[in-house]
Nanobody
Framework: QVQLVESGGGLVQAGESLRLSCAAS????????MGWFRQAPGKEREFVAA????????AYADSVKDRFTISRDHAKNTVYLQMNNLKSEDTAVYYC?????????????WGQGTQVTVSS
């Protein structure tokens, strides 16, 4: 059974950093495009970042560009989201997922999410 397990969330102050992890099972994070999404209370889930299977290029939402970095570790079969200079508007539950190639559309498998709370 394909699984994704997110971790690394927590409560931080504005300006601080966090690194989220997403451990995958069954599917390799290097043979699929991978993405991070987030959902704030009362809002729809939104795209945050993607890393492509081919070449490892990345894409980001404008709201996180230059602050967040997505990466992956083949040996650990894990995708990461390094979040720097966090802002209160980054508060949300963060999810990782497999993506359709060259898109920001999920293949439908989601983890349980990890809560990130940024206090101002």
């Amino acid at each position: 059974q394909v699984q994704l397990v997110e971790s690394g969330g927590g409560l931080v102050q504005a300006g601080e950093s966090l690194r989220l992890s997403c451990a995958a099972s069954v599917r390799s994070v290097t043979t699929y495009d991978m993405g991070w999404f987030r959902q704030a209370p009362g809002k729809e889930r939104e795209f945050v970042a993607a890393i492509r299977r081919s070449g490892g290029s990345s894409a980001y939402a404008d709201s996180v560009k230059d602050r967040f970095t997505i990466s992956r570790d083949h040996a650990k079969n894990t995708v990461y989201l390094q979040m720097n200079n966090l802002k209160s508007e980054d508060t949300a539950v963060y999810y990782c997922t497999f993506l359709w190639p060259e898109t920001t559309r999920s293949l439908g498998t989601w983890g349980q999410g990890t809560q990130v709370t940024v206090s101002s």
